[in-house]
């Protein structure tokens, strides 16, 4: 094979897993898994790039936001169940919190932070009902809640204490 015709694809393994690291991992999963190419899906399932995932976005003003539906609906049926077994740590958007965690089993899951978290989505997922309340109590070393609410707002709701007090009790 003469230079001109090598591709990105004929590099060793290590060079390839090197270079892609380098990228963002939630943009190799998402644009690289299953192009039909079982050597570049093998690379792309290792731990580098399925230990931690990160699905909100940052804007100038420091607002969070959930990746797009359509990105979140390919990483829910499609790569998840996939690499849920690599998956140490999530970093989510509160109101996409459930459809993520409901996409595949992450026995491994030991982290989750939760941004624009609200009085109501504490006290309706770390509720006893919760489907995630096994996760929360047997898995989770690491958790953190970030709210947008302004401190004033929650220093005035009386409700607050006790849905964060009940949260710390879990």
Do not use: G
């Not at 943009?27 to 039909?36: I, Q």
């Not at 989750?112 to 109590?137: C, G, M, W």
């Amino acid at each position: 094979m003469d230079q001109s015709s090598a591709t990105f694809l004929d590099l060793p393994d290590e060079i390839l897993l090197i270079i892609l690291k380098k990228l963002d991992n939630m943009d190799v999963l998402y644009s690289l898994l299953d192009v039909d190419n079982q050597r570049l899906d093998t690379i792309i399932l290792h731990k580098a790039f399925t230990k931690t995932l990160n699905f909100v976005l940052t804007t100038t003003t420091d607002d969070v936001l959930s990746i797009a539906d359509s990105m979140l609906n390919r990483y829910c049926f499609n790569i998840l169940p996939k690499i849920d077994h690599n998956v140490t740590s999530l970093i989510l958007e509160a109101e996409a919190m459930e459809r993520i965690l409901l996409a595949a089993d992450y026995p491994s899951l030991t982290e989750l932070k939760l941004f624009n978290v609200t009085d109501y989505i504490v006290s309706h997922y770390f509720a006893v009902e919760s489907p995630f309340r096994l996760i929360f109590q047997q898995q989770i070393t690491d958790l953190t809640l970030a709210s947008n609410n302004d401190i004033n707002i929650l220093l005035m709701n009386k409700n607050a204490k006790y849905v964060y007090e009940y949260t710390l009790k879990i």
